[in-house]
């Protein structure tokens, strides 16, 4: 009986399904994770004076990344079925929002009135 059971929790495994879509990041991890990260760079480049160019690097890495996921033809089609047409324009429009929003804390940094020793 033993036997049947264990090739019962073999076979199991590979009747069962996966969709694509559990396996990217959703419209709502796109945004979170860019505001998150582009408030950690308006802080970070309001304090330091050329932060706001690492905040460009760490944009086009993000940036780099859906279009590595856009780039291959058949996993593409797919996304585009299950999340929609706009998916990819919502992942380079949140990455781009990383760089926007170190440049908004570079220049509050700059708009700030100077102290008088």
Known sequence: MKKYLYLLFVIFPSVTFGELSD??????SFWLTSIIIGLLFLV??????????FG??????????VYDLYSEPSFRNSVMDEKGE???????????QVFILSVI?????????????
Not at 44 to 53: E, M, P
Not at 88 to 96: A, D, E, T
Request: charged fraction near 15%; avoid cysteine.
């Open 86 to 96: 706009w998916y990819f324009y919502h992942g380079y429009i949140s990455s781009l």
């Open 105 to 117: 804390g570079r220049v509050l940094s700059k708009m700030k009135p100077k102290r008088n020793s």
């Open 56 to 65: 460009l690097l760490v944009t086009i890495f993000m940036f780099l990344g």
């Open 44 to 53: 970070a480049s309001y304090k330091l004076r050329y932060f706001h160019y």
């Open 23 to 28: 396996k990217t990041p959703s419209y709502g």
